[in-house]
């Protein structure tokens, strides 16, 4: 099968138009057609969001560094590509990527009475190709709903691991405890806020399943510049992430605790691939400067919580030389994360996609992300700072097209 039919095929299946339409019990069907593709393989959850990805990164690359083949199936490529998986820190090849779906269809095709949504066989897919390439570890990024989980085909799980999850965001505490009553060995909280650890103790309890906390009081910055941060953590010294973001440090004491956690089932984790791994990961979406000066940033940021670790890490990097104005690239369907940049004058807005009612004025309308770039290339060469956030997949696609409109 060549690459293009194995991408039309994928493209022919309909997308849920509702999440309710997920059915697990295809999903599972689907995967024991498929030969029961779990066995044999360590499962850890996370859920979505930048602290989410930031973390299965940085785990992925800690358990890889040590030889084991890892999988990451995240739920925020596009269902009808490679990037619905990544296979040791990559995209699959395209010969490897024609075989499973090859192998997927043909099973397909003998269960022809089921109707199977693209969320569906993408997951199953993905699966298989961690089958296929001989995971010994599958970590699901996103991969749950409020309503549904693609990836409880695999639960219990060895590890499930939980970033900042708000208080107020009940969906997401709600998404991660769906996860530890499915079944886990252990649990790892970056969250100790009342109303979340309430609801993860709780779970943890109901199950009888350990539950451990990151410290930060355990954390203290050794260094720091605008690409780079060395930290200790928990007495020891020597750990560097490739970005200073507050959240991603976080998400670092996580990956800590949880390579921790892997070790006390018995796995050779030495301190010296913790630290490795750690320094190495890269694709975190978390804080990169573009460029000093004038001052371009791109990170990843859903929420008004992960918007202010943005600033507050800005602040840190830039000190003095932080910019009073800002232009702001952010999705036209997230306006209302601006509320965090309070106290800061926003020279302009531009919105990528259609722009929600606004009373603003300041807003320039992009259609697609090309179209922002260019955007911000312009106002670069005019001296003009810029600060862009919002979902991973946004700070992720725009920085490639900024680079590319630099000429990189």
């Given at each position: 099968?060549?690459?293009?039919?194995?991408?039309?095929?994928?493209?022919?299946?309909?997308?849920?138009?509702?999440?309710?339409?997920?059915?697990?019990?295809?999903?599972?069907?689907?995967?024991?057609?498929?030969?029961?593709?779990?066995?044999?393989?360590?499962?850890?959850?996370?859920?979505?969001?930048?602290?989410?990805?930031?973390?299965?990164?940085?785990?992925e690359s800690v358990i890889k560094s040590v030889g084991y083949k890892v999988g990451r199936i995240t739920g925020v490529g596009d269902y009808d590509s490679r990037e619905v998986v990544y296979l040791d820190g990559s995209i699959p090849e395209i010969e490897e990527y024609n075989r499973a779906v090859a192998e997927l269809k043909a099973t397909v095709i003998k269960n022809s009475d089921e109707k199977y949504l693209k969320e569906e066989i993408s997951f199953a897919l993905a699966l298989l190709l961690c089958k296929m390439h001989g995971c010994e570890y599958i970590i699901f990024e996103g991969t749950?709903?409020?309503?549904?989980?693609?990836?409880?085909?695999?639960?219990?799980?060895?590890?499930?691991?939980?970033?900042?999850?708000?208080?107020?965001?009940?969906?997401?505490?709600?998404?991660?405890?769906?996860?530890?009553?499915?079944?886990?060995?252990?649990?790892?909280?970056?969250?100790?806020?009342?109303?979340?650890?309430?609801?993860?103790?709780?779970?943890?309890?109901?199950?009888?399943?350990?539950?451990?906390?990151?410290?930060?009081?355990?954390?203290?910055?050794?260094?720091?510049?605008?690409?780079?941060?060395?930290?200790?953590?928990?007495?020891?010294?020597?750990?560097?992430?490739?970005?200073?973001?507050?959240?991603?440090?976080?998400?670092?004491?996580?990956?800590?605790?949880?390579?921790?956690?892997?070790?006390?089932?018995?796995?050779?984790?030495?301190?010296?691939?913790?630290?490795?791994?750690?320094?190495?990961?890269?694709?975190?979406?978390?804080f990169e400067v573009v460029s000093a000066s004038p001052v371009v940033i791109i990170d990843s940021a859903g929420n008004i919580s992960e918007t202010a670790a943005l600033i507050s890490t800005m602040n840190e990097v830039f000190g003095q030389g932080t910019p009073e104005s800002l232009s702001v690239c952010i999705p036209a369907d997230a306006l209302a994360l601006l509320s965090a940049l309070e106290g800061r004058e926003i020279r302009n807005v531009i919105a990528v996609g259609e722009a929600e009612n606004t009373k603003r004025d300041d807003i320039i309308s992009c259609n697609s992300m090309g179209d922002a770039a260019k955007e911000i290339v312009s106002l670069m060469s005019g001296g003009g700072d810029a600060v862009c956030f919002g979902s991973v997949e946004f700070a992720l696609e725009l920085k490639q097209q900024i680079l590319k409109q630099m000429g990189y």
């Open positions: 099968m060549k690459y293009v039919n194995s991408l039309k095929y994928m493209n022919s299946f309909e997308a849920a138009g509702a999440i309710s339409d997920v059915s697990q019990k295809r999903i599972r069907e689907l995967c024991l057609s498929l030969g029961r593709i779990n066995i044999g393989t360590s499962s850890v959850f996370l859920p979505a969001g930048a602290s989410g990805h930031a973390t299965a990164v940085m785990l749950s709903g409020e309503d549904y989980s693609l990836d409880a085909v695999c639960a219990p799980y060895d590890l499930v691991v939980i970033p900042t999850v708000l208080d107020g965001d009940k969906r997401s505490t709600r998404i991660a405890c769906d996860a530890i009553k499915r079944g886990s060995r252990e649990v790892i909280s970056g969250n100790q806020k009342k109303g979340v650890y309430d609801m993860i103790s709780n779970a943890c309890v109901t199950g009888g399943i350990r539950l451990n906390f990151t410290s930060k009081i355990g954390f203290e910055v050794e260094h720091m510049s605008s690409i780079k941060l060395s930290f200790s953590y928990g007495g020891r010294s020597g750990y560097t992430v490739k970005s200073p973001s507050v959240l991603q440090r976080d998400c670092a004491m996580l990956v800590i605790e949880s390579a921790l956690a892997i070790r006390r089932d018995g796995i050779k984790l030495p301190w010296a691939s913790i630290s490795s791994g750690l320094s190495t990961a890269s694709g975190c979406a978390c």
